[in-house]
């Protein structure tokens, strides 16, 4: 695999999954039903943090992923030690060698990373064998959920520092190595300028920025002697945490180690506080770093920050000019998981007919929708106006007339509004149509699309819904599966 993944793992991934759906997969190859067309959706339910829009992400990872699906011996081999309860092997032999000779045949449409998407809205579409479809979600959703999450809260932080550089942090306290290389690249997606994270630089060509722990300064004598230690090191790299013993002091120490470089024709990069009341503190630094005739010294923040927190502190007016983001960012706090989910909508029956399926629910939110699912965007060169599901072999020309507003309000056209759907070819044939681009143009789209976001909708509290139209047909379509279900499940 020439992928991060493989090189992480050094082996193929296919039983990156839950057992239930290779027992899926085999009811479905002992009754007949493998091979049958099938259509599946990934998508998520509730927007996270508050928010009303996540930041699509994983993509590259899904066609990898794609690319290298297959079951090795070594798979096969674990797979036939697997009992069932009543202490037999759970999967026969015939079943295990259907397994080593399948390859996959399924269709992938995928919404590209940076793009800017909204609840219900599909993030990829699965068409192909029913045993193939079913086997994909499990780790489609593992490569999907986690980054869209972590990009998504970089992009609120983004909004929050108003554009100001923000860096990733948090590898310490990331969930494990894939966590937290899965983060790093899904934060600079989102908005953020670089990351601590060396092997995410080496991976992805992410930029890398750090400065120094308050251990350098405790293996010294005193802190004075320790800035001056680090700027000899790294004259060109200077940025000195101020907050290991008395904040104040500690500035004071790197405003003397900053003319003494400037004097040998150097400049002292910037001082970083980790503690205490950041605004006080920040306008403190920035008041002495100018006097001293520092003011191109920038004052980096750290600390517990997220996107409140940063917005609390412009608010009070902390003259801060680069934001270290860590825990909050890489983990996604507060919220542990975006709700990606991945359902069937469409199955055909022994002769080929197609049937759709709809999963009905008590709570509305769990009410799927039918049909072979694409989204149109509606926007212009400076906004965006709404989106559009339909399903493109029913409705190829779809029409906003009659359509079902779904969240938001109906919106008005006004000129210059175009359209492009946003979900784009990945994978078929047993290729990869999807070329994977550098993160740093994947940020670029992202940055864009934030910046032509209406205002109301981006907003970090008490945000507006972005509207979200159903076409008629898929409407009426929905309507008419709700009305002959024979329950409905609280599920």
């Known amino acids: 695999m020439s992928g991060h993944l493989g090189r992480l793992y050094q082996d193929r991934l296919a039983l990156l999954t839950d057992l239930y759906q290779l027992t899926m997969a085999y009811g479905y190859w002992r009754t007949g039903m493998a091979t049958r067309q099938a259509v599946f959706h990934l998508f998520f339910r509730h927007v996270p ?18 690319q290298q699906f297959r079951f090795s011996t070594e798979d ?30 399924c269709e992938v449409w995928g919404v590209p990373e940076g793009e800017v998407v909204f609840a219900p809205e599909p993030l990829l579409r699965v068409q192909g064998p029913l045993i193939q ?9 593992n490569l999907i959920n986690f980054p869209t999450l972590v990009a998504t809260k970089a992009a609120r932080c983004y909004l929050a520092a108003g554009g100001a550089p923000i860096l990733e942090f948090g590898l310490r306290r990331a969930q494990g190595p894939d966590g937290g290389i899965t983060a790093a690249r899904a934060a600079y997606i989102g908005g953020c300028a670089a990351t601590s994270n060396l092997l995410a630089g080496k991976l992805f060509g992410i930029p890398v920025r750090g400065t120094h722990a308050h251990s350098w300064v405790m293996a010294f004598e005193d802190e004075l002697q320790a800035f001056r230690a680090y700027a000899e090191a790294l004259p060109g790299n200077t940025i000195l945490l101020v907050d290991t013993y008395h904040t104040t002091e500690g500035i004071r120490h790197a405003i003397e180690v900053g003319q003494e470089l400037q004097r040998q024709g150097g400049q002292l990069q ?30 980096v923040a750290s600390g517990d920050l997220d996107e409140f927190r940063i917005a609390q502190l412009r608010d009070q007016g902390a003259p801060i000019d680069i934001w270290g983001v860590g825990t909050r960012l890489s ?5 542990a998981a975006l709700t990606g989910v991945y359902k069937l909508a469409a199955i055909q029956d022994e002769q080929g007919r197609w049937h759709y399926r709809i999963k009905v629910s008590d709570d509305p939110a769990k009410t799927l929708l039918p049909g072979v699912q694409q989204v149109r965007r509606y926007e ?3 906004h965006m106006v709404c989106d559009l599901i339909y399903d493109p072999r029913q409705t190829p020309q779809p029409s906003l007339h009659q359509a079902q507003v779904l969240q938001g309000s109906r919106p008005e056209m006004g000129k210059g509004v175009r359209v492009r759907d946003l ?11 999807h070329v994977p681009e550098p993160p740093e143009s994947i940020r670029q789209r992202t940055l864009g699309h934030l ?13 507006e819904p972005f509207p979200v139209l159903l076409e008629a047909h898929l409407a009426q379509l929905r309507q008419k599966l709700v009305q002959t279900q024979p329950h409905h499940s609280s599920d």
């Open 133 to 141: 479809c079913q086997l994909l979600e499990t780790p489609l959703l």
């Open 76 to 105: 096969l081999d674990y797979l036939a030690t697997v009992r069932g309860a009543d202490g037999r092997p759970l999967f026969c032999q015939e079943f295990l060698r259907y397994l080593e000779q399948m390859r996959l045949e």
């Open 423 to 433: 979900l784009v070819p990945v994978f078929s044939g047993g290729r990869v149509r």
């Open 49 to 66: 943090f508050g928010g009303e829009f996540v930041v699509s992400c994983g993509l590259h990872a899904v066609v990898e992923f794609l």
């Open 451 to 463: 910046n032509r976001l209406p205002q109301a909708v981006k907003k970090l509290q008490r945000a």
């Open 331 to 335: 983990t996604g706090f507060p919220d």
């Open 270 to 299: 910037g001082v970083r506080l980790d503690s205490g009341d950041l605004a006080q503190l920040a306008q403190l630094a920035r008041a002495e770093l100018d006097q001293a005739g520092l003011t191109q010294t920038r004052i």
């Open 380 to 382: 212009s060169d400076s």
